[in-house]
């Protein structure tokens, strides 16, 4: 036992913390919020960097890319793009591999959010299988609640991946405008969680970096999960330290090998941080956190709601065999918990149910809810040949 584990159970902070803190800061991701994973691990316990992708890219409206809504499942692209079939109106996040643009399309003038990574920087990364893996898994899902991946495309600087404009802006700063959420607000946005996480696992993904910043809010109030940097189509078990320190489950930080419980446990912190407005295990360095982890106590303010703390403690419970999500019941053990009592999740799905929040927006390409960012007309090195391992991208 060495590294990050034999500090944990030995309980060393300081030099500890300081390692940890430039894990958090090496895994710089695309922008700000939702586009910016300044609260993630890395990959590894090395310290080498990850760009998390966040697959915020944003698309308004069906009827404005039919032309490109076909099923690109098993990376069977139909279509075949180029940069210069697409005007870049702005920036709307930057990060250490590329930027992502959102993106008009000459022939129909259909919106999408571009991401346009540095091929130069990702392998100098390292992060080659990272960006492939997260390409493969997008082709395999589409949900309403899920990301949309509309093609890929690269050139001999950059790789390109076309995304859906997901105009609403980012559940971070919504969330942080409000402070916290009353019982209602906070069932709504769950229940969508709880709908995400049951596709994904049903393909065997599991996604491991719920948070906030990685969930965005489209043009009808409700939500799209973003950023499949960290997620892993899986048979059984795996063992990588990766996540957002307070959202890491314990069997993660204890290297015991994790699945699909691990999501079942985020949902858990995101549940705590809607409703109280911040997440139950805090602390200024990492290695506090995660020491507050292991320890397991949660502190619940008297507002918190009887049958919503009893489901966040079946969530955050270090027992997998006590954890919902992970019994014979599965999914169902959650949907059927009194939280939920007589939610109607097929009208969720159907987007049926009145959303608390409908973001204001002017038009179908609106990006007010999104930051400013400056231009830049760096020119990374080229990566063509033998040298470029992304020839079937």
Not at 195 to 211: A, Q, S, V, W
Request: hydrophobic share 35%; aromatic share 14%.
């Amino acid at each position: 036992m060495d590294g990050i584990w034999k500090r944990l159970v030995s309980g060393g902070k300081n030099h500890s913390s300081k390692e940890a803190g430039n894990n958090q800061k090496n895994a710089t991701a695309v922008s700000n919020h939702a586009y910016d994973n300044g609260r993630n691990l890395d990959y590894n316990t090395n310290g080498k960097s990850h760009d998390s992708q966040n697959n915020d890219a944003r698309h308004p409206t069906a009827s404005n890319t039919s032309k490109h809504d076909a099923d690109i499942s098993d990376n069977n692209q139909k279509i075949k793009y180029n940069i210069d079939d697409f005007q870049l109106i702005r920036t709307l996040g930057t990060g250490s591999f590329g930027r992502v643009f959102l993106s008009k399309y000459k022939e129909d003038n259909s919106i999408y959010a571009i991401k346009r990574l540095k091929k130069s920087v990702v392998i100098r990364q390292k992060q080659v299988d990272h960006i492939t893996n997260e390409k493969a898994i997008l082709s395999r899902i589409k949900h309403p609640f899920l990301v949309r991946m509309y093609g890929t495309f690269k050139d001999d600087r950059y790789l390109y991946i076309m995304m859906e404009f997901v105009i609403g802006g980012e559940f971070f700063t919504y969330l942080r405008r409000c402070r916290h959420f009353d019982n209602e607000t906070s069932r709504f946005y769950a229940a969508q969680v709880v709908l995400m996480f049951e596709y994904l696992h049903g393909k065997n993904i599991i996604y491991r970096d719920l948070k906030p910043e990685n969930i965005l809010i489209d043009k009808d109030g409700y939500l799209k999960l973003t950023d499949f940097g960290f997620a892993k189509a899986i048979e059984y078990r795996t063992f990588t330290l990766c996540g957002t320190p307070e959202y890491i489950a314990p069997e993660v930080l204890l290297n015991k090998g994790h699945g699909k419980p691990v999501d079942w446990w985020t949902l858990g912190i995101l549940i705590y941080e809607m409703v109280v407005g911040f997440p139950p295990f805090y602390d200024d360095e990492p290695m506090g956190i995660y020491q507050k982890i292991l320890a397991g106590k949660i502190f619940f303010p008297k507002y918190f709601d009887k049958n919503c703390k009893s489901l966040v403690k079946r969530l955050l419970t270090p027992d997998l065999t006590k954890r919902y999500g992970n019994l014979k019941g599965g999914v169902s053990d959650i949907k059927l918990h009194k939280w939920f009592y007589n939610y109607d999740f097929n009208s969720l799905i159907s987007k049926k149910v009145d959303p608390p929040y409908i973001p204001k927006v002017s038009s179908y390409d609106d990006s007010s809810n999104f930051e400013e960012y400056p231009d830049s007309h760096e020119q990374p090195t080229a990566v063509t040949g033998n040298a470029d391992p992304f020839i079937d991208w």
